[in-house]
């Protein structure tokens, strides 16, 4: 996969994923939708400062566009960010279990 391919994909599956449609999008960006239509599909790259437009809307980091759909392992900086992007409620839920091994482990290095 290029990476402009890598790039349309995960504009249109980060669009999706939070429910907009292109014109959602669009009207958040100040693109038209043939230009996003374009970016989406692969069929011209944008500029950087429309990538960085695109990240701001989207409310992820510029990194996050980029990255390979593959399934390999995020990295811990890429697992935090996407957990900074929960829920408050689910975000709180998941630092209580993190805390929770946490204390866990230390508990098991006391002993």
Known sequence: MSIEQILAYNILRIRKGKGWSQKDLCEKTGLTQGQLSAFENARIPPNIKTIERIAMALEVPV???FRNPD??????????????QLPPEKR?????????VIRENEGRKAE
């Open 63 to 65: 990194y996050e566009l």
């Open 71 to 84: 399934g390999k392992s995020q990295s811990l900086q890429e697992k935090m960010d996407a957990i900074l």
């Open 92 to 100: 709180a839920a998941l630092l209580e279990v993190i805390d929770s």
